[in-house]
């Protein structure tokens, strides 16, 4: 009989809002009156940065050394060297590595920064520019970009060895080509879309990590929506707003997320997998998967398999 590897899950915590105090040069951050639009980041594991945490701007994020596992909103699941990701403002990220040398891994990460406000106005009056929104559409569930590593690093050097006008149009070319790009697929179906405020951020976040933290445990909406002081029914409005699913979509989701990247993982079997992620039979976790995934568990388990290069 095949042997299980245990893996111990990570401990969900409440993302870190990022903000401008807090990017220190001492850190690898440029310097305020270096940038403009576009601010450029290198850095390493271990370091302070890596936390799970969001912010105001898009991330384009690029991994050159290590292989680990990657948090983008509600998916987990692994990365090696030249794993590239469009996240989109306000979408949780973290990257863990687990196979760092003894001296740590000094130039893991190659970060590109940039606000969507004055892309969206510039895209009125520069037509050029509109070719990207879609792609800046499709990054608010985070994108992993395909066979496209040897570019990115090159794109990331010359942005970053560039200032003023030659680095916004180097920038330029950059997101040109990802607009391009076809070989890719969206990650979360976590979206922080019509928040306003942050105590509403607040909120949403306190029953986004009560969710991760606690997928074994039964979850009823009415029990949070009675902590919050509301009515079913506006919770189930506020829900909806604030992360674009429903609250029964979405516990489901982050639960058969948390089963791939255990199917992914470890060799647990799929009917041991259901219930640790809070199924309670097996016929409801394989329906599920498959409306959310496309494929059964099983086959979900293979086909990453071959993607990754493990074994089949």
């Known amino acids: 009989m095949t042997s299980v590897r245990h893996r111990h899950l990570p401990r969900h915590r409440e993302p870190e809002l990022e903000r401008d105090i807090t990017r220190s040069p001492s850190l690898g951050y440029e310097a305020p009156e270096e940038t403009g639009l576009v601010r450029c980041l290198a850095h390493g594991f271990p370091s302070p940065l890596v936390r799970w945490h969001f912010h105001e701007e898009y991330e384009l994020h690029l991994i050159t050394e290590t292989s680990g596992k990657a948090f983008i909103g509600d998916w987990i699941g692994p990365f090696e060297p030249g794993h590239l990701v469009l996240c989109g403002p306000r979408l949780p990220h973290n990257w863990i590595s687990l196979d760092v040398p003894a001296g740590g891994a000094a130039g893991r990460d190659r970060v590109i920064q940039f606000r969507h406000e004055p892309i969206e106005r510039a895209a009125v009056e520069i037509p050029e520019l509109r070719e990207v929104l879609q792609l800046l559409e499709r990054a608010r569930h985070g994108i992993e970009f395909f066979g496209f ?31 391009q790009c076809t070989d890719y697929r969206l990650l979360s179906n976590v979206q922080m879309q019509g928040v306003e405020g942050d105590a509403e951020v607040d909120q949403i976040n306190v029953i986004v990590n009560r ?25 189930s409005r506020f829900f909806k707003r604030s992360t674009g699913n429903s ?52 086959e979900f388990r ?11």
């Open 302 to 312: 293979r086909q990453s398999d071959h993607r990754f290069g493990g074994g089949a």
């Open 149 to 179: 590593a040897e570019r990115a690093l090159a794109h990331w050097d010359a942005v970053k060895a560039a200032r003023g006008l030659r680095r916004f149009a180097l920038f330029c070319d950059y997101l040109a080509d990802l607009a």
């Open 211 to 235: 969710i991760t933290a606690n997928l074994a445990e039964p979850i009823v909406m009415a029990d949070i929506a009675a902590e919050l002081g509301m009515s079913e029914s506006r919770f």
């Open 247 to 298: 609250f029964t979509d979405f516990v489901n989701r982050v639960r058969i997320n948390s089963a791939c990247h255990l199917l992914m993982q470890t060799d647990h079997y799929v009917t041991d997998i259901c219930y640790q992620v809070g199924f309670n039979n097996v016929a409801n976790f394989n329906r599920r998967f498959l409306e959310i995934k496309g494929m059964t568990p099983t």
